[in-house]
């Protein structure tokens, strides 16, 4: 499965930067007209000239916070996109129940939203980098068209600098890049080290190592940096030369003093537009400069969500028909990095309550979610009957309540019916109350319509777990899979509960992981995990 | 203890980096001197050549456009030169400092964790600070900016008074408007704009963490769309903050240039003395925009920067106490579990086994310092293991732990962690007993081989071996065996029980040992069963 990134549908904001140029032109020309008015001597018109101005740069403000706010507007769409194929996929992920979600939190929060300055502000001036200079120089050939050629020509020039800028500065960050790679990353990994550098007593060895490596990278990253800053000192070097050419060709020019012959004879306000203007020809390539640091993290942050994708789940194996039971024989969970669950074998069958034992942390959660497909089976097989199935494949014929239960905007009954989209009302309500919601919506005038809010949603922790229940008793599904039903419940609630899940039981088979002694005992069988 | 805040460690950092620091002020005052002038005198020089070239021949021919015009030039090479040096000078400055103050940092955040003051070693902790470090790049580099900033304004309101007393002022006002409104508004607007932002990036993460809890029940009644688009709503709120943080910063980012415009137009309406002096004055104030524009640029930076001083606060903050260095004797061990009471002599060999989740691993780490949870009473000669503390603890106790912990660099890095002056003979001589010499020998390195993050170019069996390999080098009195043969195949495993034996045989070492597998346990003469749960 790939991960697209999309790029289309931001041209606004590039547009709005194309404007800006536009909107440079206007304050050049009131500036201009402005002067003229002065060296007429004219007591009004210079008053006028100034409101002109004022009104063209508070366009030209608008216009710039304008392109940036439609930046960050088109990096959000962009962004949600990326989320619409990476939640899914996160969602579905085979990871361990023990483990922290921090790294795939970060990658799905802090990573996504450092593609805004990339996809909001990079791309957007990069594309305007290709056209604002031009339109530049076709307002400056309205006033002067050789001060325009003389423009366009320091192009020429410019180009080759880059080019051999840009080749000195690959070649200067080629050279170094294996060694910065390894010894960038250094500091971070002695701090996450840094148990093991204490346990063994190293920390002051490790203390003079990390200060060796940490100099050098400042040597070798300023190295490369000598040589990167040629680039952006090109822009700077044509973009200063360019304005003095200008104002130098059109002093001279209306001095008349020029040693060769030019078609344009120019006046004041002409001059001083295309001088006004000059600047501006290589502004949008300035800005593109400035906007490097925004790149590097946006392409940073786009192939580890590319690598995030890479590494995503296969989509759910083929379904097998319903089952009503489930067997696992010699089955072995394995994460990778050491840290494996199993084997083990157990069996649950229709009529049977099997409690799943062990101690915290021995991988009874683990081995729920290996049925379901989040956790990866790497020996033995999973089968109902004498038929094989895949992890995953039996998931429409089992009904789920886990230590967390999803909560997603809507009322009470619209959540029951999660498990059973199309179950009418009365099936609902008799889900709720076989789960014992009874007390909860006696208490709530709306009853089955009371609105939860799946943040700070007003259920307690056991009306939860009695939501997923009802869901469960909903889905009218033959296995039922239950991970601490009875956890950080009071006494009766459990004991209700267990007497459910007895009653349940002849009908069901049902495989609950479990601590509770009460729970056990009601067991038809018990299976230890080690 | 030499506690000390985090600026006093900047300052310390930064201090042999002055003179490149003041270089790169000098060269910021210079950029802004430049742009400005550059822009001024061509202004002027234009107007002017326009007056002279209309009052006819003989004037023009008569002004004096040598020198105008290749002052013009030369501000132009010196605009360049100045932006090329101060970038270059600052990030100098900024690279040396901050590699100082990594290495003490370092130091402070080994001192937090050895206490147990602080948590960094999660992975996310180290990046957290390893982020925040270079956010502080930014002070650095851009103190010139701000020089410059001043140095453009002076230039402005200086021109802008050659053509009299109320352009300058108007100029002073709307360039010094300018500066105290952005950090006005940075001060009053950002904050709280980038607070909401971090709170609905938790949200989110939240939101996120919760789903992902119960992918279980998502998985089999099929809600991935709909779970998926729920969490899109949240995270469209996080969009939103930040949507509404980064249009509040393009406004402020904004009103250096519209200052300046404004500056512009007033001085061109109140000058004095002629069209040329008002054109210089005019864009004098127009080219100080891109001056104040750094400026603005450093205070929008400023709260994340601060943010991310404060969050490196704590880890600075941590005073560095000399460890106790005094060497007790090789002491007894007494475990005391489900009422039994073991008393191990020094060079015992005990095999710990019970199920899995019991607390073995957890009583090595325990014994080694790391972590304070084991179930089990310990003595370590005559003190309970609790009031050990880390620096004695691990004078007595070498661990090879479950998950081989290595750190990123070579081999020799990996093995040298173990104890300070280790000869080349004992290097190899560990790697032999570890069943590793053979296959570093193949290496295109050997020992200087880079073997990655956490040993990443290794297989699961290799950088095992690498972890018993330094526990063996760090000759302690006890050794911590979590697993050793984990992921070998039998021939490998027998040779390493085989080595273990002939290497504690040799050293007399004690030795504690969990294993799942049988061969590993034919090393140990003594038994503790730790029971269930």
Known sequence: MTLTIPRRGAFAPSLWWIFDAAAAALFAAALALSLKAVLAGYTYWPVVGAAAMI?????RSAVQARAEVAGVTAANRAKSQVRAALFPQLLRSRRSARRLLGEELAVAVDQVSALTGYYGRFEPIKRAAAIAPLVIAALVALASPVSAAILIMTLIPFALGMALAGGAARRAADAQV???????????????????????GAEDRVTRQVETATGEVADRTYAVLKIAFLSSGTIEFFSAISVALVAVYCGFNLLGLLPFPVPEHLDLPRAFFALALAPEFYLPLRRLAAAYHEKQLGEAAEAVIRARAVQAPPEPARRVGPIDAIEIEDGVIDYGAGRKVGPFSLSVACGELVALTGPTGSGKSSLLQMIVGLAPLSEGGLSAG???????????????????V????????????????????????GAAHRAGLGALLATRPAGLDTWIDPRGAGLSGGERRRLALARVLLSRRPVLLLDEPTADLDGATAASIVALLQTLSTSHAILAATHDPVLIAAATRTVAIA | MNAAGLSALLTASAAPWRRTRRLALLSGILVAVATIALLALSGWFITAAAIAGTAGPTMARGFNYLVPAATIRLLAILRTAGRYFERLLSHRAALGTLASLRTTLFGRAAA?????RLRLSGGEGASLLGRNVDQLEDRVIRAPQIAGAFAGLSVA???????GVIPALGVMLCLVGACVMTSWLVRRMLPDLARREAAASVDLKVALAEYAAAAGEIAVYDLIARVSSELEHVAARHDDAQFRLARAEAAIATIPTAAAGIAGALALATAHGGA??????????????????????????????????????MVAAVGVSDPVLALPAVPSLTIITSGETHRLMPGARVAIVGPSGCGKTRLLATLAGLRADAPQEIVVGEHAVAEMGLYRLRQQFALVPQDPMLIAGTILDNLRLARAGIGENEIWEALSTACLDQEVRALPDRLDQWIGEDGAQLSGGQRKRLAVARGLLAARPWLLLDEPSEGLDAGTEARLVAGLRGWLDRSGQGVLLVSHRLAPLALCNEVIRLGEG
Request: net charge negative; hydrophobic share 60%.
């Open chain 2, 112 to 116: 937090a964790e050895a206490s147990g």
């Open chain 1, 386 to 404: 004498r038929e094989a199935f895949l992890p995953g494949a039996a998931n429409a014929s089992i009904g789920w309540a886990g230590q967390h």
């Open chain 2, 276 to 313: 040329a002096l008002a054109a210089m004055a005019a864009l004098a104030a127009v080219a100080a925009g891109e001056s104040i524009a750094g400026y603005a640029r450093a205070q929008i930076r400023a709260p994340s920067v601060d943010e991310a001083s404060a969050r490196l606060e």
């Open chain 2, 157 to 163: 309101v200086f021109l802008a008074a050659v053509t």
């Open chain 1, 178 to 200: 294996a060694a910065l790679a390894r010894l960038s990353g250094l500091f971070v990994d002695r701090v996450r080290s840094l148990p093991i550098i204490l346990a063994f």
């Open chain 1, 55 to 59: 009104a063209a740069v508070l366009i």
């Open chain 1, 406 to 429: 999803v909560l997603l905007p809507g009322t009470i009954a619209d959540n029951i019916a999660l498990a059973h989209p199309n179950e009418d009302r009365a099936a609902i309500e």
